[in-house]
């Protein structure tokens, strides 16, 4: 094995949204949603402070509103195929998200390795959220390492994938990067760039082929 390649999911492998926003759609909270995004985006709220105010708003939710959000997200196509193809070669992938780990893990049945989510009570909502257990983007790092040791790699065998600026630190310490869809904040640092909807497209730009 010679490469772990990590992925972000918000506006990485779901196309222009995030599984927030997927969620509360469900619910019938774009709105709300919208607004926390903006406020999380504009450095008003940490990462915690959006968990526990997403929350808050879904205090209805359902596992079967999480398996319709997750079911009905835009993700780029391909997700699958390319894991595949990174298993067959011998290599590891990941997937290590802000998002809660209770919709981040369904990505464990289309064949990733290992997912990394933010720790958030069980569905439905029967405790406040732990705000130690809320991920942020230097948690990226610390994981990515924490991966490497277990597989007996090294950063260095590392290709990050991701959209914005919480996937910034990682692609600062890896040496390979592919900036999906990307805003300023890291299309500026990665080794590549793709704009479009099929990740075999993005996983090509390194050589590879599906």
Not at 93 to 112: D, K, M, N, Q, Y
Request: glycine share 8%.
């Amino acid at each position: 094995m010679t490469r772990l390649h990590l992925f972000d999911l918000d506006g990485t492998l779901i196309h222009g949204s995030a599984a927030a926003i997927e969620i509360s759609r469900q619910l019938g909270l774009e709105r709300e949603i919208a607004a926390l995004e903006r406020a999380f985006a504009g450095g008003e709220l940490t990462t915690a402070q959006f968990a526990e105010r997403a929350c808050a708003l879904w205090e209805e939710l359902t596992e079967a509103h999480v398996a319709a959000a997750f079911e009905g997200a835009p993700w780029l196509a391909g997700i699958r195929e390319v894991w595949a193809d990174i298993r067959a070669r011998g290599e590891r992938c990941a997937v290590i998200s802000l998002s809660p780990g209770f919709f981040v893990s369904r990505l464990l049945e289309w064949g990733a390795d290992a997912t990394y989510g933010s720790a958030w009570p069980a569905v439905p909502f029967r405790e406040p959220v732990d705000p130690a257990g809320i991920l942020t983007p230097a948690a990226k790092v610390r994981i990515a390492d924490e991966l490497c040791a277990k597989f007996g790699l090294t950063r260095e065998h590392c290709v990050a994938y991701g959209d914005s600026l919480s996937d910034a630190e990682l692609f600062s310490v890896v040496p390979v990067s592919v900036a999906v869809n990307a805003d300023h904040h890291v299309s500026e640092i990665a080794s590549h760039a793709y704009a479009g909807r099929d990740l075999r497209e993005a996983y090509e730009l390194m050589g590879n082929r599906t």
